[in-house]
Structure formats: structure tokens, C-alpha cells
């Protein structure tokens, strides 16, 4: 079964710097997709960025990138120029592509605060 | 579209009372799920369905039921609601396809004393 890790319960930055949240993953498989999610205090679970396996370039999306490392499993989110906005907590997630109907698998979150 | 809608958004029972947590989607999604949260735990699934008539359990499936009578609802029941079900519940959806994105309902926060 695969498994996600978040190695960091909670982090902390500095409005306008930059933060890195860790994550890992263990599979046998070699196509699946890889997930950030965002939850802020109101409880709502919101997409930041996902990617392909099978893509070699880094998904960006404005501010958010990852940096993703097929070969030692690794799937790190960078949020860039960090607002007050970006306060919650961010989970990493995993699904597998052999077939559409597919649970994810969460990693247990990192609760990112952002410092004015 | 109103996405995935959850009802209640709050809920407090007492122990062994049942209910039944609603959620509803109006996407057309053939896949829909739900999990709990619990400080630290993350998100882990309880059950989910991959189309009307076709259920599965998940990591976490002791004392829930779950059915699929059409496509857009995918009610769980609590037959005898216990304290250790204190938690936040979550619905998701998404296409049947080698697709990615999971949608999620807003979320429903069960107390049970």
C-alpha cells in the first residue's frame, strides 16, 4: 500500500519570504499523480498544484511550485513570496493512474503560519 | 454547478443515536468517497464508490454504512454513533478517467458525547 509522509507537523515564515514543506511517498508504481492541498481555517479543501509522474518538469502555479523527485520519492511545495493568505494547513497526497477510480492517500499535514 | 454540498455542517449526537451525513454532487462524477479528519491523522478514507450500485470500504470502515442508489448522492449512516467518531467528515468526487483532481464538500463536524 503506498504511504505519505509530511515529516514537519508545523512550520513557520516570514510574510514575503519563501518556505519549503517536505513530503515523501513510498510506492512500487510508476505512474501516479502527486497532490498539494491547502485548508485554511475555514475548513475547505483547496488544490494548489498537482503532478504527473510521468512529467520531468516541476509543476508551477503562480507562487506555488514543487520540486519532485521521482527517484527518491520526494515531492516538496515552495510558496514563494508567502502572504498571510498562505496561513493552513497543506496537505501532500497521492493517487494512483493505473485506474481513475482510485482513493488518495493524504499524508497527516503541515500546518504553515505566516508571520507579519 | 454547486459542486459537492455536504449537510449538516454541525452535528452533535449522543452515544448509540444513528444519523446519516449527506453529500451530494451535481458534476456528473462516477467516483465519489469520504473521509474523516483527525488532529495529525490527516484525511483517511472510510469508504467510496466508483459508480450507482458499487461500494467499497476504506482504511477506516467500522461503523459506517455507505450506498449508491444514483450518481450524484452518497449518503454515510452512523448506526450507533460512538465517541471515537468525533471528527470532521469530508465528501469527495471526481471523474472515472486517468484523471487527477479530487473535488471536496465543505465538510461536516460531528461531536458525539
Known amino acids: 500500500a503506498q504511504t505519505v509522509t509530511q515529516s514537519q507537523p508545523e512550520m513557520s515564515v516570514q510574510e514575503a519570504e519563501t518556505v519549503t514543506l517536505s513530503c515523501t511517498y513510498d510506492?512500487?508504481?510508476?505512474?501516479?499523480?502527486l497532490f498539494w492541498y491547502k485548508q485554511p481555517p475555514s475548513r475547505q479543501m483547496i488544490l494548489v498544484i498537482r503532478?504527473?509522474?510521468?512529467?520531468?518538469q516541476n509543476a508551477t502555479e503562480n507562487r506555488f511550485s514543487v520540486n519532485f523527485q521521482k527517484a527518491a520519492k520526494s515531492f516538496s511545495l515552495k510558496i514563494s513570496d508567502s502572504q498571510l493568505g498562505d496561513a493552513a494547513m497543506y496537505f501532500c497526497?497521492?493517487?494512483?493512474?493505473?485506474?481513475?477510480?482510485?482513493?488518495?492517500?493524504f499524508g497527516k499535514g503541515t500546518r504553515l503560519s505566516v508571520i507579519a | 454547478n454547486a459542486g459537492v454540498t455536504q449537510t449538516p455542517k454541525f452535528q452533535v449526537l449522543k452515544t448509540g443515536q444513528s444519523m446519516t451525513l449527506q453529500c451530494a454532487q451535481d458534476?456528473?462524477?462516477?467516483?465519489m468517497s469520504w473521509y474523516r479528519q483527525d488532529p495529525g491523522m490527516g484525511l483517511r478514507l472510510i469508504h467510496y464508490?466508483?459508480?450507482?450500485?458499487?461500494?467499497d470500504q476504506g482504511e477506516v470502515p467500522n461503523g459506517y454504512n455507505v450506498s449508491r442508489s444514483t450518481t450524484e448522492d452518497f449518503p454515510l449512516r452512523l448506526l450507533s454513533a460512538a465517541p471515537s467518531q468525533t471528527s470532521v467528515y469530508f465528501c469527495?468526487?471526481?471523474?472515472?478517467?486517468?484523471?487527477?483532481?479530487?473535488?471536496f464538500g465543505p465538510g461536516t463536524r460531528l461531536t458525539v458525547t
Open positions: 458534476m456528473n462524477h462516477e467516483y
Open positions: 497526497a497521492y493517487r494512483t493512474a493505473f485506474s481513475g477510480n482510485t482513493p488518495l492517500v
Open positions: 503532478q504527473e509522474a510521468y512529467k520531468q
Open positions: 510506492t512500487s508504481e510508476s505512474d501516479y499523480y
Open positions: 469527495a468526487s471526481s471523474y472515472s478517467r486517468r484523471t487527477y483532481e479530487q473535488y
Open positions: 464508490s466508483v459508480g450507482a450500485g458499487i461500494t
